[in-house]
């Protein structure tokens, strides 16, 4: 008995000191790219998304010292992931990072997809896809170049993307689905020549995931789908499954719409005109670190639930 005893403590040191080890820094943490990486739901709002999850994670285990999700926007394509990299706003988050995550290229792909969710049924041309895959290839690239310049202590991973239509017939996914296996093909290639890392999700989702894809006229997941895609970078990140999140740790929603976005601007700049304060900064802003140029954005930009 007190061998086994003694086997037990063992196997717990190890696991917590390979844990621990994983994790020898605390990180500036900043997630880039689109709609998945601002955290948008499948219902028009914004609230916890994957970059989110790991976040907490980071947070719990004591290694994050800073997080945001500024560089992110909803409807994003590789380009302007890489206006945003370049843009000189973004140069000190840039400068500070230790971690970074990117989901950049499913726009380029999504919007040339032609959706029926009520036929269920999709439709693309394939002389376009092609022409918008080699676009974010050549994007993708020079973001990772940027980076390499910008970023010069940061670790990058790229993130992959699921099959988005779980709900139209059978019939009419193989074709989509192709199109999206070459994008995560080329984000793998990406990352991997410049020295990053690219994360799998498409595994788990599948095909069906009607589970992480409630609504049949929106392409975003819910809680449980972003938990999979946090998951899926907490795997790559620590080399095991000792930092995975489960289902009972996901926050309660907190969902808040692009409309209360602007409200919550609106009131934030009235008070600081009243009191003659310098202009608010995204923390200024509950629910929103970082968020100054996305509430900003909002006002211009309308946001198709067909894109991520």
């Known amino acids: 008995m007190k061998r086994l005893l003694s086997?037990?403590?063992?196997?717990?040191?190890?696991?917590?000191?390979?844990?621990s080890s994983a994790f020898a820094h605390t990180e500036n943490y900043l997630s880039i790219g689109d709609s998945l990486a601002a955290g948008q739901t499948p219902y028009q709002q914004i609230d916890t998304g994957y970059s989110d999850l790991i976040a907490m994670r980071l947070r719990m285990t004591g290694q994050l010292s800073f997080y945001t999700k500024e560089l992110a926007f909803p409807g994003y394509t590789t380009a302007d992931v890489l206006k945003r990299v370049q843009s000189e706003e973004a140069?000190?988050?840039?400068?500070?990072?230790?971690?970074?995550?990117?989901?950049?290229?499913?726009?380029?792909?999504?919007?040339?997809?032609?959706?029926?969710?009520?036929?269920?049924?999709?439709?693309f041309t394939q002389l376009q896809t092609d022409y918008a895959l080699n676009i974010a290839r050549k994007n993708m690239a020079e973001i990772l170049d940027e980076l390499k310049v910008r970023a010069p202590k940061a670790k990058v991973y790229v993130m992959g993307y699921y099959f988005?239509?779980?709900?139209?017939?059978?019939?009419?996914?193989?074709?989509?689905?192709?199109?999206?296996?070459?994008?995560?093909?080329?984000?793998?290639?990406?990352?991997?020549?410049?020295?990053?890392?690219?994360v799998n999700?498409?595994?788990?989702?599948?095909?069906?995931?009607?589970?992480?894809?409630?609504?049949?006229?929106?392409?975003?997941?819910?809680?449980?789908?972003?938990?999979q895609m946090a998951n899926a970078f907490l795997h790559k990140y620590s080399g095991s499954k000792a930092l995975a999140i489960s289902s009972?740790?996901?926050?309660?929603p907190n969902p808040i719409s692009f409309e209360q976005i602007l409200e919550q601007l609106a009131k934030a700049e009235q008070k600081q005109e009243e009191k003659e304060t310098p202009k608010p900064t995204a923390r200024a802003i509950q629910g929103f670190?970082?968020?100054?140029?996305?509430?900003?954005?909002?006002?211009?930009?309308?946001?198709?639930?067909?894109?991520?």
Not at 10 to 17: L, R
Not at 104 to 121: F, K, M, S
Not at 248 to 252: Q, S, V
Not at 292 to 308: G, W
């Open 91 to 123: 140069s000190d988050l840039l400068a500070n990072a230790k971690l970074i995550t990117i989901s950049a290229g499913a726009n380029d792909l999504l919007r040339l997809v032609q959706v029926n969710p009520t036929a269920g049924t999709l439709a």
């Open 7 to 19: 086997l037990i403590g063992t196997a717990i040191f190890m696991m917590v000191f390979c844990a």
């Open 164 to 198: 988005a239509y779980p709900n139209v017939h059978a019939t009419q996914k193989e074709g989509t689905n192709a199109q999206l296996v070459k994008l995560n093909k080329i984000l793998q290639q990406q990352a991997e020549q410049a020295g990053a890392i690219y």
């Open 248 to 252: 009972n740790e996901l926050p309660k």
């Open 289 to 308: 670190t970082g968020y100054v140029a996305f509430m900003e954005k909002v006002r211009a930009k309308r946001f198709n639930h067909n894109y991520l």
């Open 201 to 227: 999700v498409y595994d788990a989702f599948g095909l069906n995931a009607t589970n992480f894809l409630p609504n049949i006229s929106d392409v975003h997941p819910n809680f449980e789908g972003y938990r």
